[in-house]
């Protein structure tokens, strides 16, 4: 059992809901409310077509205030911090000295010399500990400041009727307010490829924040959905979870675990012509090098069945890959998924062959993520 070291000030509102809290960066996390097929579907339809609110505080939120802050964060990221603006975010990688992936974050200009680093599950507060020693920072890792995310296309109009200038605010952008009488950090960020926010606020008034965006959007479709529904939602969106598609869940036979992110298709991360970071010349060097390439699998004429995680990928009777997770939509009629698929097969059109734990063979063909909101215009409109 694992031990949890850090406390949800949400804890008993999952609880009332049914949720049986479990560990998720050592933090009790309400995985599902009611472990059904019938939940799993009403929670990602929710989503995708009103609203879903989702308690993501097991994200560890680390501030590094002081002169040298912007230095640690540039150090460790490879994002150019920059060109990050105060009010801004931005999605970056962490790698280590190989030049192999351990944690994404999004990092937070809040002002100068102010900033905050949100990470999963990965060493991303160890890298910038370590970093920090001895320059003129200040770094706290914060865990009374917990962490709502509220997704879907009516997000929008529920934080408005409190908020007006919500709509104008832009993607990755930041705002200091006040929602329903409290203070509150709400960025334009989310992990569904759905228009969203994600509120932060002090621990004592999560449940007051809570129960109040429940409350306002009860007659708008919104409603508390389970963490695991990010798993159906980022599937179609290509948002990956460490270390969910990686080799330390999927390890190779002959090979120690760590991925690059030329294999993981984060190189997009990497701040053009960018130097300095950790692992950085072994990045550069890996490029061309890819063991795997992450990449979309869809089943062949209308297929339904969902993939399951760990299915087996066949090309012409050559084992060419793994499902990471799969999804069956019936909101966007196709069955999809996540898959680390030799470079040879990671082709649009290519003809696959899925064999699922039980034996049964599924027709399907690799294609380019993301297959929902393939433009990126839902996650990034403003209005």
Request: net charge negative; proline share 3%; charged share 25%.
């Amino acid at each position: 059992m694992a031990i949890l070291w850090r406390h949800s000030a949400l804890a008993h509102r999952h609880a009332e809901i049914g949720g049986e809290l479990e560990d998720w960066n050592g933090m009790g996390t309400a995985w599902f409310y009611d472990d059904t097929p019938e939940r799993a579907k009403a929670d990602y339809e929710a989503i995708r077509t009103k609203a879903g609110l989702m308690d993501v505080s097991g994200l560890k939120k680390v501030h590094l205030v002081g002169p040298d802050a912007a230095y640690v964060i540039d150090r460790v990221t490879t994002r150019n911090v920059e060109k990050i603006a105060p009010g801004r975010s931005t999605y970056a990688s962490m790698l280590n000295a190989d030049g192999k992936f351990v944690d994404d974050c999004i990092i937070y200009h809040l002002s100068v010399n102010t900033w905050l680093v949100v990470h999963g599950t990965g060493i991303g507060m160890e890298q910038l500990t370590t970093v920090a020693a001895g320059k003129n920072v200040s770094v706290l890792f914060d865990d009374d400041l917990h962490d709502m995310s509220l997704q879907g296309p009516v997000s929008v109009d529920l934080l408005a009727a409190e908020i007006p200038a919500i709509r104008d605010l832009a993607y990755f952008g930041i705002m200091q307010t006040r929602l329903f009488g409290r203070d509150v950090m709400i960025s334009r960020t989310g992990y569904t490829g759905e228009r969203g926010y994600e509120i932060f606020c002090r621990g004592k008034d999560a449940t007051h924040l809570w129960d109040s965006i429940l409350d306002a959007g009860k007659d708008m479709g919104v409603r508390p959905v389970q963490f695991s529904t990010l798993d159906m939602l980022r599937i179609e969106s290509y948002l990956l979870f460490y270390p969910g598609d990686n080799s330390e869940t999927f390890p190779f036979d002959n090979d120690l675990c760590g991925d690059t992110i030329w294999e993981l298709g984060l190189e997009f991360t990497v701040s053009p012509g960018k130097t300095g970071f950790i692992g950085a010349e072994n990045h550069y060097a890996l490029e061309g090098k890819e063991r795997f390439k992450i990449y979309g699998v869809q089943l062949s004429d209308g297929g339904m069945a969902q993939m399951d995680m760990g299915a087996r990928i066949m090309q012409d009777g050559k084992d060419v890959g793994v499902i990471t997770y799969g999804l069956s939509s019936d909101l966007n009629n196709y069955s999809v998924a996540i898959a680390r698929l030799d470079p040879s097969a990671a082709k649009a059109g290519t003809k696959l062959t899925v064999v699922q734990l039980d034996g049964t063979e599924l027709a399907a063909t690799a294609e380019e993520m993301p297959f929902y909101d393939q433009d990126k215009k839902i996650r990034t409109a403003k209005g």
